[in-house]
C-alpha cells in the first residue's frame, strides 16, 4: 500500500513562506498526477494546486502568483511552495495523488497557520 509523508508545515507570519513535502513510497511516483488540497473546520476541502505526471500545473485563482507546485521524480516527492502567505491560507493541507480516475489516496495532512 502506497504511503505519504508530509512535512513543512507549521507557524508563520503574513507575507511569509513555506514548503510542504510530500514523499510517496514505491516505484510508480512517475505515473501520478499530484494534488494539493487545503481544508478549514466547516469547509469542503478545495483544490489548491496540481500538476500531472506530465508536468502541467493549475492553480486555484486566490494562489496564482504565490504558490508554485512542482514534481521531483527521481524522490518520489511532490512539493508546494507558498509565498507571500495570508491568514487566510491557514488550513490542513493534504497531498494526494491520481492514477488518471481521481485522487484516491492522501496524506495525513500538515497544519499551516499564518498569523502575526
Known amino acids: 500500500q502506497v504511503q505519504f509523508v508530509e512535512s513543512g508545515g507549521g507557524l508563520v507570519q503574513p507575507g511569509g513562506s513555506l514548503r510542504l513535502s510530500c514523499a510517496i513510497s514505491?516505484?510508480?511516483?512517475?505515473?501520478?498526477?499530484m494534488g494539493w488540497y487545503r481544508q478549514v473546520p466547516g469547509k469542503q476541502r478545495e483544490l489548491v494546486a496540481s500538476?500531472?505526471?506530465?508536468?502541467?500545473?493549475n492553480y486555484l485563482d486566490s494562489v496564482k502568483g504565490r504558490f508554485n507546485i512542482s514534481r521531483d521524480n527521481a524522490k518520489n516527492t511532490a512539493y508546494l511552495q507558498m509565498n507571500s502567505l495570508k491568514p487566510e491560507d491557514t488550513a490542513v493541507y493534504y497531498c494526494?495523488?491520481?492514477?488518471?480516475?481521481?485522487?484516491?489516496?492522501w496524506g495525513q495532512g500538515t497544519q499551516v497557520i499564518v498569523s502575526s
Open positions: 514505491g516505484s510508480s511516483f512517475r505515473f501520478y498526477d
Open positions: 500538476i500531472l505526471r506530465g508536468g502541467s500545473t
Open positions: 494526494t495523488r491520481s492514477r488518471g480516475a481521481g485522487y484516491d489516496v
